[in-house]
């Protein structure tokens, strides 16, 4: 059976031919290791792409790493995430790195972070702007907090909501960005952090300086210098997730508004991650996390979403009403018509 991979937020679109062209020429030097002049190249590349300083940016192997990345050298002793978070698949990652972590449930984030007072970098809000799973903004403009504050903009490219210009007046921010989600490059393991100069030297002494590979940083320097392919899959993927959004809708079950390439859907169906699975629709479940018969459907391709929504449709009318879930989770149910958390 055909499996349809809607279940990890990735592009449905390969890199373009410039890209991969870039890629595998630098294969055929596999046997050296990565050239600093070439790091140092990407890294101004970045810069100019989030719009801060070069010496405020740093190539790191995948957004996912920020806890090993920032803990240590800033020495954070505590992290203040939302709930639910990104940070939730990652959780192994705070005890490894020995930090403890602080959750505030999503609708009371900023309001609690804004309250926080911290000296130093000893405590830090971590925050994923636009929300994974949920897919909307907790914040237009920085919370006001003295706590220093790491936002994670994985998804800016589908939100266009930055907070990079806290980075440039050297604030105590620090933005993350990944080129594994609208750039198409997940497997690369490539992402950028922006952070003010006095912590990006910090940051900087990572001793493993060959972290990313040449292949990775050769992609992401023909990505940046020629980036016409990203804004062409952000415009088909927000057309596509429009149509889903809409035809959901339709059918009456309640969709939340999304800043991402993803949906969060309430289907009212327990166990609906699996039953689309079995019919080769993989998509993310949210039933342990959030709340029951709830969904987190990654945008794919206009073909794979059109195959999701008829099954999705079918499974819908076979269910029964008694099928349907009625009381259950309640820990993040919003008031009808309510957005969980709203800028
Ligand atoms: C909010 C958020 N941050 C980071 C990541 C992972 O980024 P990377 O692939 O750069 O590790 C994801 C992936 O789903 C995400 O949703």
């Known amino acids: ?97 020995n930090v403890s972590l602080q959750k505030i449930p999503l609708n009371n984030y900023v309001s609690r972070l804004s309250k926080h007072t911290s000296n130093g970098w000893s405590t830090v809000g971590l925050v994923d702007n636009p929300n994974n799973p949920l897919g909307c903004i907790l914040f237009k403009e920085k919370p006001n907090t003295s706590t220093p504050i790491i936002v994670d903009e994985a998804y800016y490219e589908y939100s266009n909501i930055t907070m990079a210009h806290h980075v440039r007046r050297e604030e105590d921010v620090i933005i993350l960005r990944t080129f594994s989600k609208a750039f198409s490059l997940a497997s690369l393991r490539i992402g950028a952090l922006a952070a003010p100069t006095h912590i990006a030297e910090k940051l900087r002494r990572d001793p493993l300086i060959f972290r990313i590979t040449s292949p990775s940083l050769k992609a992401l320097k023909a990505a940046l210098t020629d980036p016409s392919y990203v804004r062409r899959n952000v415009a088909e993927t927000v057309k596509e997730k429009e149509r889903i959004a809409s035809t959901l809708a339709r059918l009456g079950l309640k969709v939340y508004n999304s800043y991402t390439n993803f ?42 979403n059109t195959v999701f929504l008829e099954e999705l449709e079918k499974v819908l009318s076979q269910a029964s009403v008694k099928d349907k879930f009625e009381a259950g989770d309640d820990r993040l149910r919003p008031e009808p018509d309510e957005e969980p958390c709203e800028a």
Do not use: C
Request: no cysteine.
């Open 263 to 304: 949906l969060t859907i309430d289907t009212g169906i327990p166990g609906i991650t699996g039953i689309l699975a079995g019919r080769g629709i993989i998509v993310k479940s949210l039933e342990n996390w959030v709340k029951q018969g709830m969904i987190r459907v990654t945008i794919g391709s206009r073909e794979e």
């Open 1 to 97: 059976m055909r499996r349809i991979l809607l279940n990890q937020n990735e592009s449905p679109y390969p890199p373009p031919s410039h890209v991969l062209e870039a890629a595998r020429q630098e294969l055929s030097r596999a046997n050296r290791y990565p050239d600093p002049a070439l790091k140092e190249e990407v890294t101004q590349l970045a810069a100019e792409y989030i719009g801060v300083d070069p010496e405020q940016t740093i190539l790191i192997p995948g957004a996912d790493t920020v806890v090993d990345i920032t803990a240590r050298p800033l020495r954070i002793q505590e992290y203040i995430i939302p709930d639910p978070s990104f940070y939730d698949i990652i959780i192994g990652t705070f005890e490894w790195n």
